[in-house]
């Protein structure tokens, strides 16, 4: 066994002319070739202007574990190269070792907390404060054959420099890789790839990467597996731009299930998931709240299988060629998916549930105050059956159309459901309208719509105005007055031979939202009711 050394390095000179592919020096903590190395440390605090690359061990065990070993580099501003390893063992574990840097300026760097090759790397640390760097890792524990689990990388100040490729990552495993952490803060920007926890063969679930002020950065993943699960991890950024790929969990082969993603203050991101997968894509989350310029956010997506009760929760968002899909299967069911929008500019089409091949039902839509500049679908599917979605509007604050919140307009088409393979979508769609003074183009394939009027509401007012020119043609409408505790429902305000729009075909001026001129064409209702 080798422990408890402490190898305290000043590096003042090196003879000879410098050859960055070379190294100067293995300097190394504590060193066994069969038994443990644990407890060992290198400090290093200076080298020389010009060196050639070094590679730090804390502890190295070649046949047995190399276990809560360190590494600390303070203050190196030169040109460093170097490959840092808190511990690593050949043959055993390595856990619990930290490698620990503050202040480094580098063009290529290779910085794991603990690794193995043939067994398990687990709870191992990275800490870094102040690092600028061209190219680089940051590992918090890798094994090579084995599981990486509950590993850490924490970060201040992290600044990819030219046009390098950093990589960040909580845990990587061959088997599992779980309940892995990356949290990075500050200033973090330049920046290929983040994420929680990658496995090749087995799960990777439980991770959790945590992104504070950020930019540039091409892609943060909660997890990442290949042939197993990748479930119930988390994504949770606040004040980020620049950004292309955000996803929860992602799996190529298997399960994307229970993975979330957080967005606070986020501008120019391209593409938000909450979960990925090759088979089910189920029960998964994306929260959005003050995002400017979205593309593309999708609450669960599935490749072969199903995606069913997943969300996407949008909340002042804005984005001019965004789609929202509440859960997509190119092959399977979408069932119970849901998407939530509040107070948002979205410029493109909403799905509550979208499958290519197969039905789109029971899904739900809540929009609330909201722009949305093109067609709004509760369910849609290319071949199969669209029924018993529900879409939600809300909305009583007025036509003020230079106020994001304080305006309903739906340009395109609301669909109860939608299918290009001749398959029912009206039964069992509901719309239900809370409020007065929303716009869409048109109601389509619902079978029953339901208005809960207002306690405000007066004379002459429009619950629903529809501005396409095009028939109307619906099932049964249903009207709730606004009805007090204790009384009958009543609608306030009216006289005798006062009236109400319950709906009302016109067309407006999209600038102002003022009422152009009225539309001939049919608004067919089989059946009326108007409760008391």
Known sequence: ???????????????????????????????????????????????????????????????????????????????????????????????????????????????????????????????????????????????????????????????????????ITGGEAYNNA?????????????????????????????????VKNGSKINS???ATAEQNNANSNKVDIT??????????????????????VIVKNGNKMENIYGGRAYNNANSNKVYLTDIKNIEWVVGGSSEKAEANNNKVTI?????????????????????????????????????????????????TLYITSSNIGDNVYGGYSNEGYAINNT?????NSGRNVNILGQHFLVKGIIHGGFSDGNKDVISGNTLNVNGKDLIAGNIKNFDEVNFYLPKDIKTN????????????????VKVNPYVEQGNEAIIKNLKPKEKIYIIKKASINENTLEEEQAINKNLKINNKELTK
């Not at 004040?239 to 979330?260: D, H």
């Open 315 to 363: 909340k002042n968002g804005n984005g001019t060629k965004v789609a929202i899909i509440g859960g997509y299967s190119a092959e399977g069911i979408a069932y119970k998916n849901m998407v939530d929008i509040t107070s948002s500019n979205i410029g493109g089409e909403i799905y509550g549930g979208n499958s290519e091949d197969k039905n789109a039902n029971k899904n």
């Open 220 to 222: 943060i993943y909660g």
């Open 1 to 167: 066994d080798t422990k408890g050394y402490t190898l305290k390095v000043v590096l003042d000179s090196v003879k000879g002319t410098p050859q960055p592919n070379k190294n100067i020096a293995h300097l190394i903590g504590g060193l066994s070739i069969k038994k443990s190395a644990t407890d060992n440390h290198i400090n290093l605090t200076k080298i020389p202007d010009n060196p050639r690359s070094v590679n730090l061990y804390g502890g190295v065990s070649i046949n047995s574990n190399a276990n809560k070993n360190s590494v600390n580099v303070d203050n190196i501003k030169e040109n460093f190269h170097p490959e840092i390893y808190g511990g690593y063992s050949l043959d055993g574990q390595a856990n619990e070792n930290k490698v620990t840097i503050k202040s480094l300026n580098a063009d290529f760097i290779h910085i794991t907390g603990g690794k193995s090759e043939k067994d398990d790397a687990n709870l191992n640390n990275i800490s870094v404060n102040d690092l600028e760097v061209v190219d680089g890792e940051l590992i918090g524990g890798f094994s090579y054959q084995a599981n990486a689990e509950k590993n850490k990388v924490t970060g201040k100040n992290i600044i990819g420099k030219k046009d390098g490729y950093i990589m």
């Open 178 to 210: 779980n309940s892995n952490e990356v949290y990075l803060i500050t200033d973090i920007k330049n920046i290929e790839w983040i994420e929680g926890g990658s496995s090749i063969k087995g799960e990777a679930n439980d991770n959790k990467v945590t």
């Open 461 to 476: 007012d429009i619950v629903l105005q529809l501005t396409n020119d095009e028939d109307t043609v619906l099932n049964s």
């Open 391 to 395: 879409v939600n509007l809300f909305h």
């Open 239 to 260: 004040n980020i731009k620049n950004i292309e790929w955000v996803v929860g969990g992602s799996s190529t082969k298997a399960e994307a299930n229970n993975n979330e």
